[in-house]
C-alpha cells in the first residue's frame, strides 16, 4: 500500500495528540497536519489534499459543515468523522454530504488503523452498532417495495452487486470495463431508483437483498 497522508482534526487536544501518535506509529502512514477547528481543518484539506482527514463531529463550527466543504472543494479527500455519540440522523447527514466513514472514539488503535487503511482503499466505515441501525432502516424502507430490485437495469444490477462486495467507483468500473464517471452516474440513478441517501445505504441494501446475484453474473 502507497503511503497514507492523514489530517486529524479535533479541539481535545489529550484525544488529538493519542490519535496522532497511533496512526504516526504506523510506518505507511504520516500525519501531515493536526486542526482544532473547522475552519483550519478545511483550509489545511485545500492546502495539503491529504488522503484522508479524521474530524471531530462537534469541533467549534461544526465537523459536518466542514465535511460538506471539503467534499466539494476537496473530493479526492476521503473524510472520517469521529464522534462520542451514536446518532443515526447525524451520520445519514455525514454519509450525504461525502464523508466514507463515521467512527465512534471508544475505537481501539489497531481499529482505527484498519478503518483509515480501508477507507483509503476506497471502501466505507461504520461502528457496527450504528451501521445496524441503518440496516434496519434501509429494511424498513424498502420491505413495502415488492420487486423493487425489477426496477433497476442489469447493468445497474452488476454496479450494485458489486458494491455490495466492498469495492469503490474505480474498482467497478475496471471490473465492469466502464469509465469511473459512467458509474457514479449509474450509483446516482441506482440510489434515486432505490430511495437510498447514499451509497453506504446502497451497499447494505445490496448485501440484504442481492444473496446470489453474484453466481448469476
Known sequence: MDGVRIIVADD??????G???TLAAVDDFEVVAEASDRKTA????????PDVILMDVSMPGGGINAAAEIASSCPIVRIVM????EDEDTVHEALGLGASGY????????????????VFRGESYITPSLAATLLQSVSDKTAKKKGILDELTPRERDILAALAEGDSNKEIAAKLFMAERTV????TNILSKLQLKNRVEAALFAQRNMEGEKDRR
Not at 478545511?42 to 489534499?49: D, N, Q
Not at 469521529?82 to 455519540?85: E, K, N, S
Not at 471508544?106 to 483509515?116: A, P, Q, R
Open 103 to 118: 467512527v465512534l472514539k471508544g475505537v481501539s488503535g489497531n481499529e482505527l488503523v484498519n478503518i483509515v487503511q480501508n
Open 42 to 49: 478545511v483550509e489545511l484539506a485545500k492546502e495539503l489534499l
Open 82 to 85: 469521529l464522534t462520542v455519540a
Open 19 to 21: 490519535v496522532v501518535r
Open 184 to 187: 457514479k452516474h449509474h450509483m
Open 12 to 17: 481535545h487536544p489529550l484525544f488529538r495528540e
